[in-house]
T-cell receptor
Framework: GEDVEQSLFLSVREGDSSVINCTYTDSSSTYLYWYKQEPGAGLQLLTYIFSNMDMKQDQRLTVLLNKKDKHLSLRIADTQTGDSAIYFCAESPGYSSASKIIFGSGTRLSIRP | EAGVAQSPRYKIIEKRQSVAFWCNPISGHATLYWYQQILGQGPKLLIQFQNNGVVDDSQLPKDRFSAERLKGVDSTLKIQPAKLEDSAVYLC???????????????FGPGTRLTVT
């Protein structure tokens, strides 16, 4: 079945880089996503990567995809206090249901001064 | 552009009572989703509409949950009767469309936090 796994917590020092990792099981995933959820708010799409790409960079965000290992990572450069949130990895399993998204349980990122 | 609106933001009910949540998607968005997010977990899709038709309701507990989107715009999700395990945040999202070969970003509302006692 479809499953997305990620570690529950990550603590980094302000100004350092944060790397959040995720593994997924469905090899037919078409899109892979990173969402951000701040307290009391809905989810906000940060970035996504198409399955035929290895890397995508968007300002402070870098997404790396290793399809062989079914591993996705999100790197946040120069982490700031405003980056404190829960980050969800997610996948869309296949063309036939491209809009259906399977979410991981989220990684809570906390920033140390 | 106004975002996805949801109400109420918070609701506390006793088990076996009924509750309804309302969602108004972004104007022009054909697809509407209801997710259940239990504390400490990621959102789980309950039901997906395209316009006023159901695309996927495979994970909706149909014995107690129902949802409608009669005019293809706003939507209501109902739970009757509620159980303790229904305590969660109910998120509504909308997207421009749905297609097997194109990406459509889902925009999420702030959610309704339901506590069943």
């Amino acid at each position: 079945g479809e499953d997305v796994e990620q570690s529950l917590f990550l603590s980094v020092r302000e100004g350092d880089s944060s790397v959040i990792n995720c593994t997924y099981t469905d090899s037919s995933s078409t899109y892979l996503y990173w969402y951000k959820q701040e307290p009391g708010a809905g989810l906000q799409l940060l970035t996504y990567i198409f399955s035929n790409m290895d890397m995508k960079q968007d300002q402070r965000l870098t997404v790396l995809l290793n399809k062989k290992d079914k591993h996705l990572s999100l790197r946040i450069a120069d982490t700031q206090t405003g980056d404190s949130a829960i980050y969800f990895c997610a996948e869309s399993p296949g063309y036939s249901s491209a809009s259906k998204i399977i979410f991981g349980s989220g990684t809570r990122l906390s920033i140390r001064p | 552009e106004a975002g996805v609106a949801q109400s109420p933001r918070y609701k506390i009910i006793e088990k076996r009572q009924s509750v309804a949540f309302w969602c108004n998607p972004i104007s022009g968005h054909a697809t509407l989703y209801w997710y259940q997010q239990i504390l400490g977990q990621g959102p789980k899709l309950l039901i997906q509409f395209q316009n006023n038709g159901v695309v996927d309701d495979s994970q909706l507990p149909k014995d107690r949950f129902s949802a409608e989107r009669l005019k293809g715009v706003d939507s209501t999700l109902k739970i009757q009767p509620a159980k303790l395990e229904d305590s969660a945040v109910y998120l509504c999202a909308s997207s421009f469309g749905t297609s097997g070969s194109r990406f459509y970003e889902q925009y999420f509302g702030p959610g309704t936090r339901l506590t069943v006692t």
